[in-house]
């Protein structure tokens, strides 16, 4: 069974959560505070986090920044009244998968934890999508890995979900609807969401050092599409995304690799 982490210091809240998850055949483990919520996250490894961030002692901020230090692959949705943009984007910055603003309904909260599971654990394993290889650039979907040219670049679940979907249809522009439906399970999803993972990804990419593995270019009114780096001697021309094939490999299999365009 699927083990929560639920944090929130407001005792009512926090027993009619618990209550509701437990109905939906989750474990949960309750925290009232920063503090605590530390102590049973290294004490029980949770499969998922629901963060409340008004927290007595430590906040919700650094709660999560120091789960993000310890993990950054265990999924967390973060709960607050706060609505300032701000407040969202500093979420995203710290590595939270989702954002539920308060008062929700509990099957909202339910669907979403849900939705995060599905995307985050995958699909069944004889229905795996294929490790992705792209010019020195490796993504592996059942370890949520990301490797270019021999170096580990640390992704979020939900990075690694737009960088997979984007990769895997390098030079093609990847609509925003489409791109809320493979990520979040919603085409009705957070425009300044996936903005913010957008940044964070091109961050990643940037600071990788030497030539970057590709571009996340934005497409108004569209969408992003992935472009393929350039040699040295193709700067300041974009990459064609014919000049060498995505190789798909299938994620149980460890020999040869079939070649898709």
Known sequence: MIK????????????????????????????SDGAMALRRWKADRPDLVVLDLGLPGLDGFEVLRRMREDDETTPVLVLTARSQAQDILRC???????????????????ARLRAILRRVRGKDQT???????????SLDPEAYEVTWRDSWIRLTPTEFR?????????????????????VW???????????????????????????????ITS???????FRRSA??????????????????????????TAAAS
């Open 4 to 31: 929560i982490l639920l944090v929130e210091d407001d005792a009512e809240m926090l027993d009619l959560t618990a209550y509701v998850l437990r109905r939906e055949r989750f474990v949960v483990v309750e925290a």
């Open 92 to 110: 995203f910055n710290l590595g939270t998968d989702d954002f539920l603003p308060k008062p929700f309904e509990f099957r909202e909260l339910t």
């Open 127 to 137: 229905d795996s999508e294929p490790r992705v290889e792209i010019d020195g650039l």
């Open 162 to 182: 737009i960088l997979y979907l984007l990769a895997t249809n390098a030079g093609h522009v990847v609509a925003a609807s489409r791109m809320y439906t493979y």
């Open 185 to 215: 399970g919603s085409e009705g999803g957070d425009a300044n969401a996936l903005r913010s993972h957008i940044s964070h990804l091109r961050r990643k990419l940037e600071e990788i050092g030497g030539e970057a593995p590709g571009q």
């Open 219 to 225: 497409v108004p009114a569209v969408g992003y599409v």
């Open 231 to 256: 040699s040295r001697s193709e700067l300041g021309a974009a990459a064609s995304p014919e000049r060498a094939p995505i190789s798909l490999v299938p994620s149980s299999a460890s020999g040869s």
